[in-house]
């Protein structure tokens, strides 16, 4: 079972009004990553009304201990992804390379980034979905379990609470 005390105390910091936008989501995905002994954690919106379209909020990868934000997705390039996440609202990708789901990254970003596995969890906002979290693993395959699952479901309950203070 993976401990929530991290995401309760950035919660209470971001009340306390000691933490911005940036800096919340910075340390959200590098909480999520050391929890989840993961290799990247990431945050996700939709641009626009359609939702055929995110911009990454933060991701954290552990190999160099860097974030970066800014990279868009299109639904035209990664349609099963976008269509999944829509339809399940999650994706539980142990061979990511492999997953009907997520196989559309394999060659521009899986390979490059030695990723194997990815679970995403939608985002929800006054009952509809905004975005997603994800969590990804290099190196190897790995058998996401329903405490990861959890984990980042209370992760993306506490990134909708987050949006709220943020202004929606």
């Known amino acids: 079972m993976h401990d929530t005390n991290l995401l309760k105390n950035l919660f209470g910091l971001l009340g306390e009004g000691k933490l911005d936008r940036p800096k919340f989501f910075q340390m959200l995905t590098r909480a999520i990553v050391q929890e989840m002994a993961a290799s990247r954690a990431s945050v996700w919106f939709y641009d626009g009304d359609l939702q055929d379209r995110a911009v990454c909020e933060s991701l954290y990868d552990v190999s160099d201990g860097h974030w970066s934000n800014g990279e868009l997705l299109s639904e035209d390039d990664f349609a099963d992804f976008f269509a999944a996440l829509r339809d399940m609202h999650k994706i539980v990708a142990d061979d ?73």
């Not at 492999?98 to 679970?119: R, V």
């Open 96 to 168: 990511a390379r492999q997953h009907a789901s997520t196989a559309g990254f394999s060659e521009s970003y899986f390979e490059p980034l030695n990723i194997y596995s990815q679970l995403s969890v939608g985002i929800e906002f006054d009952t509809r979905q905004i975005g997603w979290v994800c969590c990804e693993n290099c190196a190897e395959i790995r058998n996401w379990s329903q405490a990861d699952m959890q984990y980042l479901q209370q992760a993306a309950a506490m990134i909708s609470l987050a949006f709220r203070k943020f202004g929606g």
